[in-house]
């Protein structure tokens, strides 16, 4: 099966993760995907195949050979709740000249090598995007294609030797519960790649620090018509929350290591209401300073008004790998190598967001990762360039090859 035919079977599959279920995984319409994949993957010759209560699917491809270290690859089944991602609809874009691309002339939605510009990086190359309604689900369908074309073809090819390989499938990734329920143990790897970014020249082993912040304020509900002097409405008080936070620590002002907090939702009335907010930082002490300035505004406000009228609840997400991927850096230095005999210049960049490896490097599975040829995620934007998968799939073919350990 050619890579492209894959990837469009996968993202035939709706699997929005839910962040509001309580649900494992958070929308059961992932494990349709996971039945797939466990299927498909018994049938090119995996072993130990399992898709297990909690939606991870599990599989091995069985080595020929036990010199080496046993290598894993992961990626995600889920996409984002951002945009819809039932009925998509991807347009072919064969060999791209680096025009305007019409997504939806309706909506008037373009891709706009202006607007856009990591266009610049794929033309002549073989494009999938949105139709402008939906996501694309190149994040991670994109992976999970790459991972299985490549197992497709090292089972055709038991010439080329290898140790086992581990692979796993995950739900709930982008709700931040992608490895809630990982079994370290039961996958044995040495180490692995989750296959869950964008160009594939990157190899990312710096994510952010990153903590959940949910802030509810409890304001008093009167009678407009008898409101003076006793009335507090706690729309106007969310207001004066996200005010008292730094105006430049926002994503729309910060770029490369600076850290943020993004109010993501906001919804209430004048009795109630609770803002979500995300704070990342690639440096941890500075993460914890942007928590507290959270815990004083609350300490504030409360004081001001005369009651705990601000309630603040904090909650870790996952932390910045580096400091554990720092002791295993040939893990980093064997993607580079393989990329260099492929024909690619790698280059490291921190990550401005997370991915299921931060959480499986802190359990003990050090996973940096790699890229799947996937842009502008999580809305009607989105685009994958097939080159770059296919490309990607001789990478980690040359990982394997190269797989000497430490």
Known sequence: MEIKERFLKYVSFDTTSDPKSSTVPSSLKQLELGKYLAEEMKSIGMVNVELNQSGIVYGTIPGNDKKGQIIGFIAH??????????????????????????????????????????????????????????????????????????????????????????????????????????????????????????????????????????VEITGKSIHPGSAKNAMINSIHISQEFDALLPIHARPEATEGYEGFNHLHDIHGNCEKTVME???????????????????????????????????????????????????????????????????????????????????LTYMGLPCPNLGTGGFNYHGPFEYVSLTMMEKQVDVLLKIIELNKGE
């Open 77 to 214: 089944m889920d996409t984002s709740p951002d945009a819809s991602g039932c009925n998509i609809h991807p347009q072919l874009i064969q060999d791209y000249q680096g025009d305007v691309i019409v997504l939806n002339k309706d909506k008037k939605l373009f891709l706009d090598p202006k607007e856009f510009p990591d266009l610049q990086h794929v033309i002549h190359h073989d494009l999938l995007t949105t139709d402008g309604t939906t996501l694309l689900g190149a994040d991670d369908k994109a992976g999970i294609a790459i991972i299985m074309q490549m197992a497709e073809y090292l089972l055709s090819h038991p010439e080329i030797k290898h140790n086992d390989i581990q692979i796993a499938f995950t739900p709930d990734e982008e709700v931040g519960k992608g490895t809630d329920h990982f079994d370290v143990e039961r996958f044995h790897a040495d180490y692995a790649y989750t296959i869950d970014g964008g160009n594939i020249c990157e190899v990312e082993y710096e994510n952010f620090n990153a903590f959940s912040a949910v």
């Open 277 to 359: 907010y995300i704070i990342r930082n690639h440096d941890l002490e500075l993460a914890q300073k942007q928590c507290q300035d959270f815990k004083n505004i609350e300490c504030f406000l409360n004081q001001k008004y005369g009651y705990p009228i601000v309630k603040v609840t904090i909650e870790q997400s996952y932390l910045n790998m580096k400091e554990h991927i720092l002791k295993h850096m040939y893990i980093v230095d064997n993607a580079k190598e393989a990329m260099k005999a492929c024909g690619l210049e790698p280059v490291s960049i921190p990550i401005r967001g997370g991915t299921d490896g931060a959480n």
